[in-house]
């Protein structure tokens, strides 16, 4: 689970909903409570709950059976997502179903060309160099989907920062297979990877900082990058132009 308290503002926003979209498996961590609460009283709806199940990744071993809940770094998945909404919304307000099927339509053909462009670009860095090194787990799905190597220093977590193991562990990995990239996460503090750095350059392996990549967050409001199609470009533009 990931460490989502709920401010003063998005309980406002949340007692104004008329419904409440999550994403499910967990993602929303100790939020999880307050969501279940306000469902007695509202609809309060998982937009995973349609995934594919074989479309769903194993979380990592402390999770126990629980899933990966980075669902949206496989673009098909956020296609799911989307008809469930769709759907959801429909079924609420009936009268406006056409209008929500054909704003699902549109954005699902926008979703289908990510996904292409998110797989012509991934393809085309060399295989060697496919390898994803990030600060947590969260890349499975994108791995996965799009062929590339995932590599993450702390787990599926962050709750918790990375240890000295899995600093040292990280850095022996980037050491042996000369990975010459490793990516910064938004949402997650940067020192564990400085350290993983300082610890390769002392056996004389230079790593540089492939950018930022958007892993549990997206950009400014207003921007491209916060959108989840310009979040998704900005990753996948920013691992090509370091990797290829
Ligand atoms: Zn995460």
Not at 51 to 71: F, N, T
Not at 190 to 215: F, N, P, W
């Amino acid at each position: 689970p990931h460490l989502y308290k709920a401010s003063q503002g998005d309980m406002r926003k949340l007692d104004l909903a008329d419904v409440i979209f999550y994403n499910g498996l967990h993602l929303e961590g100790k939020m999880q409570d307050i969501l279940e609460k306000i469902s007695k009283q509202r609809p309060v709806i998982s937009v995973s709950k349609n995934v594919a199940q074989d479309h769903l990744r194993a979380g990592s071993p402390e999770m126990g059976s629980e899933h990966d809940p980075h669902i949206w770094f496989n673009v098909q998945n956020w296609m799911s997502a989307v008809e469930t909404v769709r759907d959801e919304l429909s079924a609420l307000d009936a009268v406006h179903a056409e209008e929500y099927k054909a704003n699902a339509e549109s954005y699902l053909t926008e979703l289908r060309e990510l996904d292409d462009y998110t797989r012509e670009q991934i393809a085309s860095i060399p295989e060697a160099q496919r390898v994803l090194v990030t600060a947590h787990d969260a890349f499975g799905y994108f791995g996965d989907a799009y062929h590339i190597q995932v590599r993450g220093l702390q787990g599926m977590s962050t709750e918790s920062e990375a240890g000295s193991q899995d600093v040292t562990k990280l850095r022996d990995y980037l050491v042996e297979h000369k990975i010459k990239a490793i990516f910064v996460e938004s949402s997650v503090p940067r020192k564990a990877i400085d350290a993983v750095i300082q610890g390769a350059a002392q056996q004389g392996h230079i790593i540089k900082v492939g950018g930022e990549l958007y892993s549990d967050a997206m950009g400014e409001e207003g921007t491209e990058d916060g959108t989840y199609i310009g979040m998704v470009k900005h990753n996948v533009n920013t691992i090509v132009k370091a990797l290829k």
